[in-house]
């Protein structure tokens, strides 16, 4: 009877991996967009997600964060089975995510944006009372804005912005709080050289106990920033292993890097 | 110019002082300030408590409905049944003429009773809306106003029915009766300062900020880690609870509640209302009010004046708000910041002119 209990604990204590997917389906109609499958990342690691379109990495995205319940199977978040849990549950235990078109309150401010997604993980979300000038949570807000280089448009309306700018509020709104783990669904797409660059920089320039899953089609800024890449091909997973070894693999150069993605 | 404005409020996000706000108002409202304030002085009492009065009262329940669907992009047609369930309450549980039926309360326990009643109610009618959208949510919140009509329409027991209740007293306390005209005018005066002041104060604190997220992209919201429904039901709580408010000052105007207070008409008579006068900011409603109010008081004697029948009025009304819906989407308050960008820019033009010309001598 205290073995379940202990067993919960010793695993929320950090020897669970960061995220746990077993046998995971997500049917639309007759259409498996995910068909079983079975996926584990630890704790600090950073993981490129590859495949076609349509291939499904979104799809698993939104049944990791909870956007979609799974059809089947069971999702770990740190040794702790949030399956059942709505969005917010999982965020507020450390997940983030990012969005490939990107998904923000255009009405709002920048800082506003930020502030709101710092506000989310913290208490009082339903506070009537306006937060102080020396407010550490408004401090964090502007502190986060900096980090993605935004602090001179920090007052503009969200929908003025550049598409690049978007973007990087974009990561900033996933890196509030105290993420644990964090996944971005093409962060580049649509960036310029210089952006891309950036991008590089900040996502290496997490915190070592920060990790990720990454979708990008491009392959200069995947292959700089993960250890291990998962291929997907259907709904399934097609194939696992090290950048390196992904990128030489025979079967994966023709269906992936050589189909008409080149 | 609307959009460094936009920027103004943002920017006063973080908490300041009374008097710092009220430094950076303009001279608009100033002179509206003031001027509400002297009405008694200059306006006979007819204009006093039959137009301002009556405005703001209805102001007030449309302020509801513009808090919902400006910042939480929720169009509620439940609003005015809100404010006419307390405005029930208030005569079934308080004083009035039919005695066999109110229960004689003093009015310090029936007006908050009614408020916290009807708050609920139109927070537990939000509940029931809340996970619908756009249209949807019109049609739920548009079937709970019916319902509401037709059962004080037809229950005798607690409604009395089609005749409703008259001699409804606003009360007397301090020494002062607040049914007289002077001291009901500043009555609803101080409370629609008070919630106009709390709908801008909430708009920039964290529940209001988190409210126009939800308006702008929920299922982000949610990937931040908030509740959106929670978010949304204590939305309509809060402007449930102005409704109600409201509908205590109407019944103590009207000193009489029926059904029609409730009836589809003016239930959508509200989001005619907030619409014309402006979804974007809390004093659109009041515009809107005003703008109701006059036409509805005058459009009579003007439309008999060029000949026509005095009972289109609703002829007039509806013309109006397709004439502001067409040319302006965010109603009056949208055409006067228009004008003043306009005036601002033209100023400015002629100031450049001005100096183009000195420097030519």
New interface residues.
């Given amino acids: 009877m205290s073995a379940v209990p202990a067993r919960e604990s010793l695993a929320s204590a950090g020897s669970a991996n960061a995220l746990e997917l077993r046998g995971v389906s997500r049917l639309f109609g007759a259409l498996a967009a995910l068909s079983d499958v079975t996926l584990s990342v630890r704790p600090g690691e950073r993981r490129g997600v590859l495949g076609s379109n349509g291939a499904g990495k979104t799809t698993l995205f939104n049944c990791i964060t909870g956007d979609f319940a799974p059809s089947t199977g069971l999702i770990r978040f740190f040794g702790e089975d949030v399956t059942a849990f709505p969005p917010q549950e999982r965020i507020r235990r450390g997940l983030r995510r990012t969005y490939q078109i990107s998904s923000l309150f255009t009405g709002l401010s920048v800082l506003d944006n930020v502030y709101l997604a710092c506000r989310g993980v913290s208490r009082n979300r339903f506070s009537l009372v306006r937060p102080r000038r020396d407010d550490a949570l408004v401090h964090a807000a502007e502190g986060l804005v900096e980090a993605v280089h935004l602090s001179a448009v920090k007052d503009r309306l969200v929908g003025e912005l550049a598409y690049g700018q978007q973007r990087q509020l974009e990561i900033a709104l996933a890196l509030s709080g105290a993420p644990r783990f964090i996944l971005f669904d093409e962060p580049a797409a649509g960036l310029s050289p210089t952006e891309r660059r950036d991008l590089v920089h900040i996502l290496t320039s997490l915190p070592a106990h920060i990790g990720y899953i990454i979708i990008e089609h491009d392959m200069d800024v995947a292959l700089r920033v993960v250890e291990s890449v998962t291929m997907m091909h259907n709904g399934r997973i097609f194939k696992e292993g090290r950048p390196d070894e992904i990128e030489s693999d025979p079967e994966v150069q023709e269906l992936y890097l050589g189909g008409g993605h080149g | 110019m609307a ?1 460094a404005d ?2 103004l409020e ?2 006063a ?3 300041e002082g009374f008097p710092a706000w009220l430094a950076r108002r303009g001279t608009a409202f100033w002179v509206v300030a003031v001027l509400l304030l002297v009405m008694p002085a200059i306006a006979s009492p007819f204009w006093l408590v039959q137009i301002f009065a009556y405005s703001m009262i209805l102001g007030l329940v449309a302020l509801g409905l513009m808090f919902l669907a400006g910042y939480g992009g929720i169009v509620s047609l439940a609003q005015m049944t809100v404010a006419a369930c307390a405005g029930y309450l208030v005569a079934i549980l308080g004083d009035s003429a039919i005695s066999q039926i109110s229960l004689h309360w003093p009015w310090w326990m029936a007006a908050p009773v009614a408020i916290l009643v009807a708050t609920l109610f139109g927070t537990l009618s939000g509940a029931l809306s809340v996970r619908t959208e756009g249209i949807y949510t019109i049609m739920i919140t548009l079937a709970i106003a019916s319902a509401f009509y037709y059962l004080a329409l037809q229950n005798y027991t607690i409604f009395n029915g089609f005749s409703g209740f008259n001699g409804i007293k606003p009360p007397v306390f301090l020494g002062v009766d607040w049914g007289q005209n002077l001291p009901f005018y500043y009555l609803t005066l101080a409370c629609s300062a008070l919630a106009y002041g709390a709908v801008i ?2 708009s ?4 209001g ?2 409210l ?2 939800t ?3 929920p ?9 959106v429904v ?2 949304r039901i ?1 939305a309509y709580a809060f402007a449930s609870f102005i409704a109600a408010c409201a509908g205590v000052l109407l019944v103590w105007y009207q000193r009489q509640i029926s059904p029609g207070t409730a009836g589809v008409g003016p239930v959508v008579d509200m989001l005619i209302i907030a619409v014309v006068g402006g979804l974007s900011r809390p004093i659109g409603p009041f515009i809107g009010a005003l703008v109701y109010v006059l036409l509805r008081t005058f459009s009579l004697d003007m439309l008999e004046g060029v000949g026509l029948d005095g009972k289109r009025y609703q002829l007039l009304i509806g013309l109006g708000f397709l004439v502001i819906v067409l040319f302006s989407p965010d109603g009056l308050i949208g055409i006067w910041q228009r004008l003043r960008e306009r005036y601002r820019k033209g100023s400015e033009a002629r100031e450049a002119g001005m100096r183009i010309g000195g420097g030519s001598p």
């Fill in positions: 959009i936009l920027n943002q920017r996000r973080t908490r104060y909430v920039r604190a964290p529940f900020l988190a126009q997220g308006r702008d992209n299922r982000r919201m949610a990937a931040l880690g908030f509740d929670a978010h204590a």
